[in-house]
């Protein structure tokens, strides 16, 4: 139990459909970042929410819409998206923007589209 | 541009010791990370150095040197448990809260 938690934790879908990515912390924490985790590529981050405000967007297409409702709640939402999207979606927090700050990771939703 | 080298895969027996290699070239630099993570689970902490020498956390142990733009994992009497993929990653100098991680070393422990 890392304290994050992500549902669900295998998703399927088709280019035409619509649907969201969930991600919860229990820790307390004033950060959530989703990152993109690809087969034999680096993690890639997506988006930063630090108290519930997006500060970092990196140059993700708007296929993939985030949204932090309050600093324990993020999700992203999917539509249209494309074969290359598949793969792995992580989740994580952190207590704040500190250089030592550690990321806390969830298990990461398995995404394949089709 | 931002770049974090480390070998893909590396196989050793359990009982002996792995150095894992990571070298990074970013616009500025402030620490780097180590995590591990199991095949389908997060990626955990292992530990963080900012100032150039060796870091010991029980069997593994992690080094800095920053004028090379070199660090490497250090893991002492392997187990079977240690197979995992080894995710070296650094905090740049934007101030904000970008970590550039590298592919990632997968760990193959055999007996």
């Known amino acids: 139990e890392t304290g994050v938690t992500q549902t669900p934790r295998h998703l399927v879908m088709g280019m035409t459909n619509k649907k969201s990515l969930k991600c919860e912390q229990h820790l307390g924490h004033n950060a959530m970042y989703w990152y993109k985790q690809s087969a034999k590529k680096p993690l890639e981050l997506m988006f930063v929410y630090s108290l519930e405000e997006r500060v970092e967007n990196n140059s993700v297409p708007s296929r993939f819409s985030p949204e932090c409702p309050n600093s324990s709640h993020l999700f992203l939402h999917l539509h249209t998206l494309q074969p290359e999207d598949s793969a792995l979606y992580l989740c994580?927090?952190?207590?704040?923007?500190?250089?030592?700050?550690?990321?806390?990771f969830g298990s990461g939703t398995q995404l394949s589209v089709l | 541009g931002q770049n974090i080298d480390q070998p893909t895969e590396m196989t050793a027996t359990e009982g002996a010791i792995v150095q894992i290699n990571c070298t990074y070239q970013t616009s500025g630099f402030n620490g780097l990370f180590w995590y591990q993570q199991h095949a389908g689970e997060a990626p955990t902490f292992l530990s963080y150095?900012?100032?150039?020498g060796l870091e010991e956390k029980g069997r593994f142990s992690s080094f800095l040197s920053r004028s090379k733009g070199y660090s490497y994992l250090l893991l002492k009497e392997l187990q079977m448990k240690d197979s995992a993929s080894y995710l070296c990653?650094?905090?740049?100098?934007?101030?904000?809260?970008?970590?550039?991680f590298g592919a990632g070393t997968r760990l193959f422990v055999k007996a």
């Open positions: 990653a650094v905090r740049d100098g934007s101030g904000g809260f970008k970590t550039i």
């Open positions: 994580a927090s952190s207590k704040g923007r500190g250089f030592n700050e550690k990321l806390f």
């Open positions: 150095n900012v100032l150039d």
